[in-house]
């Protein structure tokens, strides 16, 4: 079992930058990959970026390559999504996700663990 706690959502003007913040415990995370959600109103649920278990590989949605970044630190069981240049199209309610999976996988069937998600609102 891996619990997920996402932090750092919030409200910010279009172009400004947000942090979120996603906490894990339970089950070694560096067992997992990684990866970031997240669901509008009336939307189904995307996948925004993720991260394998090392690090060293990433993968991000086309909308958001090149404005977000994603990372972990393994050692202190956390994960991390960058968001800057933010769009009002960016407002959803964002997700941290496990996957026990060697690469990064899209697909929301195949992330085993789920946070609570955490809203970000960006005006414009």
């Known amino acids: 079992q891996v619990q997920l706690v996402e932090s750092g959502g919030g409200l910010v003007q279009a172009g400004g930058s947000l942090g979120l913040s996603c906490a894990a415990s339970g089950r070694t995370f560096s067992f997992y990959s990684m990866g970031w959600f997240r669901q509008a109103p009336g939307k189904e649920r995307e996948f925004v970026a993720g991260?394998?278990?090392?690090?060293?590989?990433?993968r991000y949605a086309d909308s958001v390559k090149g404005r977000f970044t994603i990372s972990r630190d393994n050692a202190k069981n956390a994960v991390y999504l960058q968001m800057n240049s933010l769009k009002p199209e960016d407002t959803a309610v964002y997700y941290c996700?496990?996957?026990?999976?060697?690469?990064?996988?899209?697909?929301?069937?195949?992330?085993?663990?789920w946070g609570q998600g955490t809203q970000v609102n960006v005006s414009s």
């Open positions: 991260i394998t278990l090392s690090g060293p590989t990433t």
């Open positions: 996700a496990a996957a026990a999976y060697t690469g990064v996988p899209t697909a929301t069937r195949l992330y085993g663990y």
